[in-house]
């Protein structure tokens, strides 16, 4: 009778599971961590990371600088930051121009249903904040709106003197595109909207 190495075969080596992957297979904490930053609309703190998973705050800030390294090696698109106190994915810098030639001129040059929702709000009911226009549409507009600032057709107003919350406005750029000469050429909303929109609008 031969051990392994009479036979010239040696045994496996035990493997290590990767860091996306639990050693049960189930999702790691880089994984963990991925799903949550691609949902976020603004950075989160380690310490919150750690709360939510479950796990150190030292283990999550090691990862996270892990995966942002890891990023940056293999030369993705995007890349995690740390910026003002939390973690957040963010477009590479070297990437810019092509971003922003998809948003402006590229295949995504029709709006979704949301951007359109959201264009008609601002467009009557300006100024107007975010957090009044999520409330017209009853869901979060936020990343319609920058959405929207980006292509050109929305952009900042001031601040609103009570709440000191962005007010927007839409642009020059809405009306050439949609061949208007000033907003009074709109079209009358009335005729679109429920016979007690007012009544739905104070319950908001």
């Not at 973690?87 to 249903?113: K, N, S």
């Not at 003197?161 to 709109?186: H, I, K, M, W």
Request: glycine share 10%; aromatic share 6%.
């Amino acid at each position: 009778m031969t051990d392994g190495s009479a036979t010239g075969v040696s045994a496996p080596e035990p493997q290590t599971p990767h860091p996306s992957r639990g050693p049960g297979g189930e999702p790691g904490l880089h994984a963990e961590l991925e799903a949550i930053l691609l949902v976020v609309d603004e950075p989160v703190a380690e310490v919150t990371l750690a709360q939510v998973l479950e796990r150190p705050t030292g283990e999550v800030a090691a990862a996270l600088r892990e995966l942002a390294a890891e990023y940056t090696a293999a030369g993705r698109g995007f890349d995690l930051r740390e910026v003002a106190g939390g973690w957040r994915f963010y477009t590479r810098a070297e990437c810019a121009p092509f971003v922003e030639r998809f948003v402006r001129d590229g295949q995504q040059t029709r709006l979704t249903q949301a951007a359109l929702e959201t264009l008609a709000v601002v467009a009557y009911r300006q100024p107007v904040s975010r957090a009044r226009v999520s409330a017209v549409r009853g869901v979060n507009s936020d990343g319609v709106m920058r959405t929207l600032v980006a292509r050109g057709l929305v952009e900042e107003a001031g601040t609103d003197p009570e709440t000191q919350a962005v007010l927007y406005r839409t642009t020059s750029y809405f009306l050439e595109r949609l061949g208007l000469r000033d907003l009074g050429e709109l079209p009358e909303l009335a005729p679109f909207l429920p016979d007690d929109i007012e009544g739905l609008e104070e319950q908001k």
